[in-house]
């Protein structure tokens, strides 16, 4: 079992900057890749950002060149660093662990971008 809990997310206006963090325990040596999800209201959720533990990043095409992605093994934690937010980022925001045996899935932190 791994347990993952997000923070970091707010109200910020078009422009700003937010970090996410999602802090994993539980059986955290079976982790693999974590990854950002998020969801708009009325939209399914989609792909952000994806980190291997051996720092091998990935991006959604929507978000390269504004979010990074980053990991701290000893810590068990991934962030999120959100750079030149736009209003079309507002979504809640999931955190994702990779195991051997499936997924666990964080319970989401709000993100609001006002323009």
């Known amino acids: 079992q791994v347990q993952l809990v997000e923070s970091g997310g707010g109200l910020v206006q078009a422009g700003g900057s937010l970090r996410l963090s999602c802090a994993a325990s539980?059986?955290?040596?079976?982790?693999?890749?974590m990854a950002w999800y998020r969801q708009a209201r009325g939209k399914q959720r989609e792909s952000v950002a994806s980190?291997?533990?051996?720092?091998?990043?990935n991006y959604a095409e929507s978000v390269k060149g504004r979010f990074t992605i980053s990991r701290d093994n000893a810590k068990n934690t991934v962030y999120l660093q959100m750079d030149n937010l736009k209003p079309e980022d507002t979504a809640v925001y999931y955190c994702?662990?990779?195991?051997?045996?499936?997924?666990?899935w964080g319970r989401g932190t709000q993100v609001t971008v006002s323009s």
């Open positions: 994702r662990a990779n195991v051997v045996t499936g997924m666990y």
């Open positions: 539980g059986s955290i040596f079976s982790i693999n890749t």
């Open positions: 980190i291997t533990r051996s720092g091998s990043t």
